[in-house]
């Protein structure tokens, strides 16, 4: 693969660009603005949780049934647009989308993402004491930032991207943290769950799961029966580890 289609300094890895399988439908909430971007708005939860989204964007149908699921456990759950409007990928001319992807993540660097993540957190809190952020994959690393900042109570990490092994000093006492990890994983690799897992032992309310039989973007974009079983029980895990740790 030509360095034009690298992501982060590494090869695109094959599941965080696949579709994956679709979910029908295109959510039951609403489209808000917050910190001056876009957001779906779900749920009336005393607690906010802020999903920090894949490359797929705000209004993906499997991100927002994901959202759905969040705000019928009882949180508010806001999904804030990181890409820039007319940038989501093309799914009916997807390979041609794709030729083009060096140049998407220049206008889309995930460090815009990270601020964008900030801002909004900032803007819930004026209504919300506790907020959790959900990242996947390219939204993982601003949820991994936030948590730097200690600008929110807690993360969950889906197959991060962008996320190091020299993030994780950078965590240690900060807050809840729940890393969710597919088997199979390009980005956030069984070298990289390693040294976070040897530098965060001990760390309360902190928490890693590999799910087997998964690759990259299962958390959002499985493919498969096993996939869905697995994306499926992630979530079910998640919820109940966000009720006994934030």
Not at 38 to 62: H, L, M, Q, R
Not at 170 to 196: S, V
Request: charge should be negative; glycine fraction near 10%.
């Amino acid at each position: 693969m030509s360095s034009s289609h690298d992501f982060g300094g590494a090869p695109i890895c094959a599941g965080c660009v696949k579709p994956g399988d679709l979910k029908p439908g295109q959510g039951s909430g609403s489209e808000c603005t917050i910190a001056g971007t876009d957001a779906y708005c779900v749920g009336s939860g005393e607690k906010a949780i802020v999903i920090s989204t894949d490359i797929f964007s705000w209004g993906f149908p499997n991100t927002r049934a994901v959202a759905d699921q969040y705000a019928a456990a009882g949180y508010s759950v806001y999904i804030a647009r990181t890409i820039d409007k007319g940038d989501e990928p093309d799914l009916a001319n997807f390979g041609e989308w794709f030729s083009k992807f060096g140049e998407w993540l220049q206008r889309n660097p995930v460090e815009r993402a990270c601020k964008i993540i900030s801002d909004v957190v900032k803007e819930v809190g004026k209504k919300h004491k506790s907020i959790a952020i959900l990242g996947f994959c390219y939204g993982a690393k601003p949820a991994v930032e936030s948590m730097k900042k200690q600008e929110v109570q807690a993360i969950v990490s889906f197959h991060a991207s962008f996320v190091t092994a020299e993030d994780a000093p950078q965590l240690k006492g900060k807050g809840a943290m729940k890393f969710q990890c597919a088997e199979n994983d390009e980005r956030f690799t069984p070298e990289i769950r390693a040294e976070f897992q040897r530098v965060l032992a001990g760390e309360k309310n902190v928490d890693f799961h590999v799910y087997p039989g998964t690759s990259h973007g299962f958390g959002i974009r499985p493919t498969g029966e096993a996939e869905i079983a697995a994306h499926k029980q992630a979530h079910l895990d998640t919820i109940a580890w966000l009720k006994s740790n934030f």
